[in-house]
Nanobody, 116 residues
Framework: QVQLVESGGGLVQPGGSLRLSCAAS????????MRWYRQAPGKERELVATITNTGGNTNYADSVKGRFTISRDNAKNTVYLQMNSLKPEDTAVYYC?????????WGQGTQVTVSS
């Protein structure tokens, strides 16, 4: 079955960096685009970044452009989100997502808290 397992979250001071990872299994990872979403308390889940199956194209929400970088390693079935210059408003649970077979799958999420 499809599994997505995020890791790498934590508490970081404003201006700091974190690298999130999402390990995927149960589908042919290299054939699917991957996405990172986030959901802050009391807010709707929002799309943060997308990467195509080969990694050749990426897209970002305006709020993270220039600070976040999505990447993937198809040999390791893993997608990453490098987050730099973190701000308190980046505090959220971060989820990776895939849509094999037309159904959307989510990981359990990893908490990112940006606070001094």
């Amino acid at each position: 079955q499809v599994q997505l397992v995020e890791s790498g979250g934590g508490l970081v001071q404003p201006g700091g960096s974190l690298r999130l990872s999402c390990a995927a299994s149960g589908f042919i990872f290299s054939t699917y685009n991957m996405r990172w979403y986030r959901q802050a308390p009391g807010k709707e889940r929002e799309l943060v970044a997308t990467i195509t199956n080969t990694g050749g194209n990426t897209n970002y929400a305006d709020s993270v452009k220039g600070r976040f970088t999505i990447s993937r390693d198809n040999a390791k079935n893993t997608v990453y989100l490098q987050m730099n210059s973190l701000k308190p408003e980046d505090t959220a649970v971060y989820y990776c997502s895939a849509r094999p077979g037309g159904r959307t799958y989510w990981g359990q999420g990893t908490q990112v808290t940006v606070s001094s």
